[in-house]
């Protein structure tokens, strides 16, 4: 079974950087895609970016397009996302998870190992 460990929150002021880090155990990382999702607190899941196995097809929300980046080192069996010129909106819990297909997805039922969270707050 994956299991996946994000690390590299914290709190960072508006127009900031962090890189998340979403590292996985097991000899299959380079056989499934993994996505970002984040829950800010009284609001719903929702997705972030998501990159296929390869690292070859990314696929970002709109209201992260061009501020972050999703990248994938397979021989580290891990996961990143570079956020820039973060905003107070970005604050919330960011959770990385294994896609359950073959696609990219920003559905979070198409996703079923979940890491436990990193805890990412922007002040203005």
């Known amino acids: 079974q994956v299991q996946l460990v994000e690390s590299g929150g914290g709190l960072v002021q508006a127009g900031g950087s962090l890189r998340l880090s979403c590292a996985a155990s097991g000899r299959t990382f380079s056989t499934y895609s993994v996505g970002w999702f984040r829950q800010a607190p009284g609001k719903e899941r929702e997705f972030v970016a998501a990159?296929?196995?390869?690292?070859?097809?990314?696929y970002y929300a709109d209201s992260v397009e061009g501020r972050f980046t999703i990248s994938r080192d397979n021989v580290k069996s891990t996961v990143y996302l570079q956020m820039n010129s973060l905003k107070p909106e970005d604050t919330a819990v960011y959770y990385c998870a294994k896609d359950n297909g073959l696609g990219l997805s920003s559905e979070s039922a198409k996703y079923d190992s979940w890491g436990q969270g990193t805890q990412v707050t922007v002040s203005s």
């Open positions: 990159i296929s196995w390869s690292g070859g097809r990314t």
